[in-house]
């Protein structure tokens, strides 16, 4: 009569059905942490990369501030005085983060630009008329635009949202726009802090549109390199 609580392994040892069941539950559990752990390693990359995007973008910021002059903020390109238009925020490809009001960003469709435009394309508001290169400024024969100042851009960062630059408060007038609107707080001497900024894990802005550089704070699981 065979025993059904019996199993034999290829080395002909009885194994009982239940020590078998307890082997496969045994198994399970290890897989699930093996799981999480790879999922933790999975998240730390995002988070790494996103960390090296926003450093690479600022220091492309800084490279085109440095062989220029000026800042890339300017809506025409031929046009950087103080009174000319600026844009509030420079942007990469990717969807469209989410943003409590409280905040004091931008609307979606107020005053942003490509980031390409001004660091890969010299085409400001996509059409120009485009920034003077190097040799073009009268009172400067070696500053100019000089670019292209990355390879390439990043499409979108790793949970598929939108790079920003708050390239506004780089600018005079953008910060004078901003006091005007009563959408920022500064005190005598503070500057308002411009950073690159990924919304992170949560996808999800949590850091203030506008604040001082001397008591800047990030939001959440933000992912922020301050450019000033």
Known sequence: ?????????????????LEAVMVIA?????????????????ESAKRSRAESDTKMIGIAIHSFMH??????????????GPT???????ETQGDEPGVDE????????????????HLLTNLPSGTGPRYP?????????????????????????PWGNRYFVTVQFLTAQGVNTALEDESIELGIGQRAA???????????????FGQPTDSFTRGGDDIVYRIQ
């Open 194 to 208: 411009a950073f690159v900024i990924s919304s992170g894990p949560n996808r999800q802005i949590e850091t203030k």
């Open 1 to 17: 009569m065979i025993r059904t609580d019996l199993l034999r392994d290829n080395r002909g040892v009885a194994t009982s059905l």
């Open 84 to 90: 000319d238009p600026v844009f509030l925020i420079l």
């Open 133 to 157: 290169r190097v040799g073009e400024i009268s009172w400067s024969r070696t500053k100019g635009w000089d670019g292209p100042y990355l390879a390439s851009l990043p499409s979108s960062d």
């Open 26 to 42: 045994i198994v399970s559990i290890i897989s699930s942490f093996a799981m999480v752990s790879a999922m933790d390693h999975v």
């Open 67 to 80: 062989s220029t002059g000026f800042v890339p903020a300017y809506k025409l390109g031929s046009l950087r």
């Open 102 to 117: 409280t905040l004091l960003w931008p609307d979606k469709a107020e005053g942003r630009d490509r980031l390409e435009n």
